[in-house]
């Protein structure tokens, strides 16, 4: 079994930066990947960053140039550092796990950009 936790959502003003983060624990193996998706009211879930077991990183077009996605040093922490933040960006991020030929989801962090 693996478990995904996310932490650091919240509200932020527009233009302003919010950093989310990812635990992974239990049997999460040496050999994965872990990604960022966000599901806005009424959207599809959609892919906003990846990254791979080797660090190679991938950004949606919306993220590119905004949004870093980084693993901590013990590689089974994912982070989202968010810059530049849209109203559009308002969403639920949930963190995605990718080994063993399995794919594992967080809860889920909510994020809003409002003024």
């Not at 936790?5 to 930066?17: F, R």
């Not at 872990?34 to 791979?52: C, D, F, H, N, S």
């Not at 901590?72 to 982070?79: C, R, S």
Request: hydrophobic letters at 30%; charged letters at 15%.
């Amino acid at each position: 079994q693996v478990q995904l936790v996310e932490s650091g959502g919240g509200l932020v003003q527009p233009g302003g930066s919010l950093r989310i983060s990812c635990a992974a624990s239990g049997s999460v193996g040496s050999v994965y990947d872990m990604a960022w998706y966000r599901q806005a009211p009424g959207q599809q879930r959609e892919l906003v960053a990846k990254i791979t077991n080797t660090g190679t990183t991938l950004y949606d077009n919306s993220a590119y140039g905004r949004f870093t996605i980084s693993r901590g040093a013990a590689q089974n922490t994912v982070y989202l550092q968010m810059n530049s933040l849209k109203p559009e960006d308002t969403a639920v991020y949930y963190c995605k796990l990718t080994g063993g030929g399995n794919d594992y989801w967080g809860q889920g962090t909510q994020v809003t950009v409002s003024s």
